[in-house]
């Protein structure tokens, strides 16, 4: 028996030693370690860009807050960029922190895997229970405690790209990263957003999230090689922790600069995907079902042209210099969306999306890459844990400044302007993206 045990420990949950060389990985390894991100898109996606503003919406009304002499009006967007807010905080403070306690484990099945396989297990708990709540402070309850669940799954999860790629394998990875991450939120908007919610299957909706999780969660625990450690961190795990929010900004400087940029840009596609359910519902007056059809149909359009564009533009930047086409995806994407101002009907909101996946496209497929490279190898768990910083921030920034000016300019759903406002903003967070990108110089850091 006990060598049966062993014998699938070592099939199943195989390990590498921390220093044993980092071998050429084929394309179906790249699949199986990407299969995560594919799950993560596939949640992340359609729960904030149709199951949460469709939820919020039925669990609140519009109001105003009167603060003295000042009225303001309170509706459905600043109900969602508050919800959203508060899980994006956890995100920044948990995921740093798991991935640098990640970087020092010293478990037998690996310093990453543990951890994953804690998240998933989370995630499918706190995802089965928001198909069963039944107002909106149960809703930000469990919602917190899912965030904080998946970011301790995706922390550990990001440093595994750097613990398993060879350096000259990076930029192709970072494709297949980019990729999954496209192919999950098609489906996700394809199957939640646009079979299941029009067809009043919400909770079936819903119930599709941890299935997905579990399935993609169990490819990277039982398929992918962790890495384990043989010696003791010399530094104390609180320290590990304390450290695990903070940068050497003067020898990384940067990647400091390249979280910066990274920041402003992710701002952009954030503030665009949170609101672009009620953009659609309360602007052209349509149902939840019909909502949630035509917004997933432009975010999945957006997608499929960036998912196109992901593995093109992940050997591109090996040639061309990663660098240079993270700007041009800010350039198109400030192009994007400030055609989105004006665009008259819903096809024409279509078309000018795919400009915005075109960008979006460019960016994803280099990103990963463009930050191993900058990065210093042996606190990768952390540094990656760090970039999630720029991921989470950017909601924690953009949801609280564009979801209230939303609602203040469409005063109590009398108007829609709100939402082209949004949109003229959103194209000032792509050039500001641009301009902090100017100083970083491609490196490799080993």
Same mark, same amino acid.
């Given at each position: 028996? #006990? *060598?049966?045990?062993?014998?699938?420990?070592?099939?199943? /949950?195989?390990?590498?030693?921390? =220093?044993?060389?980092?071998?050429?990985?084929?394309?179906?390894?790249?699949?199986?370690?990407?299969?995560?991100?594919?799950?993560?898109?596939?949640?992340?996606?359609? @729960?904030?860009?149709?199951?949460?503003?469709?939820?919020?919406?039925?669990? %609140?009304?519009?109001? %105003?807050?009167?603060? *003295?002499?000042?009225?303001?009006?309170?509706?459905?967007n600043t109900y969602v960029s508050l919800l959203d807010t508060i899980g994006a905080a956890?995100?920044?403070?948990?995921?740093?922190?798991?991935?640098?306690?990640?970087?020092?484990?010293?478990?037998?099945?690996?310093?990453?895997?543990?951890?994953?396989?804690?998240?998933?297990? *989370?995630?499918?708990?706190?995802?089965? /229970?928001?198909?069963?709540? =039944?107002?909106?402070?149960?809703?930000?309850?469990?919602?917190? !405690?899912?965030?904080?669940?998946?970011? =301790?799954?995706?922390?550990?999860?990001?440093?595994? @790209?750097?613990?398993?790629?060879?350096?000259?394998?990076?930029?192709?990875?970072? *494709?297949?990263?980019?990729?999954?991450?496209?192919?999950?939120?098609?489906?996700?908007?394809?199957?939640?957003?646009?079979?299941?919610?029009?067809?009043?299957?919400?909770?079936? #909706?819903?119930?599709?999230?941890?299935?997905?999780?579990?399935?993609?969660?169990?490819?990277?625990?039982?398929?992918?090689?962790?890495?384990?450690?043989?010696?003791?961190?010399?530094?104390?795990?609180?320290?590990?922790?304390?450290?695990?929010?903070?940068?050497?900004?003067?020898?990384?400087?940067?990647?400091?600069?390249?979280?910066?940029s990274r920041l402003f840009f992710l701002m952009a596609p954030v503030g665009i995907s949170?609101?672009?359910?009620?953009?659609?519902?309360?602007? !052209?007056?349509?149902?939840?079902?019909?909502?949630?059809?035509?917004?997933?149909?432009?975010?999945?359009?957006?997608?499929?042209?960036?998912?196109?564009?992901?593995?093109?533009?992940?050997? /591109? #930047?090996?040639?061309?210099?990663?660098?240079?086409?993270?700007?041009?995806?800010?350039?198109?994407?400030?192009?994007?969306?400030?055609? /989105?101002? !004006?665009?008259?009907?819903?096809?024409?909101?279509?078309?000018?999306?795919?400009?915005?996946?075109?960008?979006?496209?460019?960016?994803?497929?280099?990103?990963?890459?463009?930050?191993?490279?900058?990065?210093?190898?042996?606190?990768?768990?952390?540094?990656?844990?760090?970039?999630?910083?720029?991921?989470?921030?950017?909601?924690?920034?953009?949801?609280?400044?564009?979801?209230?000016?939303?609602? #203040?300019?469409n005063n109590n759903r009398t108007s829609a302007v709100g939402y082209r406002v949004m949109?003229?903003?959103?194209?000032?967070?792509?050039?500001?993206?641009?301009?902090?990108?100017?100083?970083?110089?491609?490196?490799?850091?080993?």
């Amino acid at each position: 028996m #006990a *060598g049966m045990i062993e014998a699938t420990e070592r099939r199943f /949950l195989r390990t590498l030693h921390e =220093t044993a060389a980092r071998p050429h990985i084929s394309w179906r390894g790249l699949l199986v370690l990407s299969a995560f991100w594919f799950a993560i898109a596939y949640v992340m996606q359609p @729960l904030g860009g149709n199951i949460i503003p469709l939820l919020v919406a039925r669990f %609140t009304e519009p109001t %105003t807050i009167h603060l *003295g002499s000042l009225a303001l009006p309170v509706d459905v967007n600043t109900y969602v960029s508050l919800l959203d807010t508060i899980g994006a905080a956890f995100a920044i403070v948990w995921q740093p922190a798991i991935g640098a306690i990640s970087d020092n484990a010293q478990f037998q099945l690996g310093r990453r895997r543990p951890f994953i396989a804690i998240g998933v297990i *989370g995630d499918i708990i706190f995802l089965t /229970l928001i198909a069963f709540v =039944t107002n909106y402070w149960a809703l930000m309850l469990v919602y917190v !405690f899912f965030q904080m669940a998946s970011n =301790t799954a995706q922390g550990p999860y990001q440093g595994m @790209l750097p613990d398993q790629v060879p350096a000259d394998q990076r930029g192709e990875a970072s *494709g297949y990263y980019g990729l999954m991450n496209m192919l999950g939120t098609i489906v996700g908007f394809l199957v939640v957003g646009a079979l299941l919610i029009p067809t009043h299957h919400v909770r079936l #909706a819903i119930l599709t999230l941890p299935l997905v999780v579990a399935i993609g969660g169990a490819l990277v625990i039982f398929g992918v090689p962790d890495r384990r450690r043989a010696s003791t961190s010399s530094q104390p795990l609180a320290r590990s922790i304390f450290l695990s929010f903070a940068i050497d900004t003067k020898r990384y400087r940067d990647f400091a600069w390249l979280m910066v940029s990274r920041l402003f840009f992710l701002m952009a596609p954030v503030g665009i995907s949170t609101y672009a359910f009620n953009f659609i519902r309360y602007t !052209f007056h349509y149902s939840e079902g019909k909502a949630s059809l035509y917004s997933s149909a432009l975010q999945a359009i957006v997608v499929i042209f960036a998912a196109i564009l992901c593995m093109t533009a992940g050997f /591109l #930047a090996e040639r061309y210099g990663k660098k240079r086409l993270i700007a041009a995806a800010c350039l198109i994407g400030a192009v994007g969306s400030s055609l /989105l101002i !004006f665009a008259p009907s819903l096809p024409w909101i279509l078309g000018f999306g795919l400009i915005v996946g075109i960008s979006l496209g460019i960016f994803l497929s280099v990103d990963w890459a463009f930050m191993t490279d900058l990065i210093p190898k042996a606190e990768a768990g952390r540094y990656m844990g760090v970039s999630n910083i720029a991921t989470a921030s950017a909601g924690l920034i953009a949801r609280p400044i564009l979801g209230p000016i939303i609602d #203040a300019f469409n005063n109590n759903r009398t108007s829609a302007v709100g939402y082209r406002v949004m949109f003229g903003i959103v194209t000032g967070f792509f050039l500001i993206a641009l301009i902090t990108l100017r100083p970083v110089r491609e490196i490799k850091v080993e």
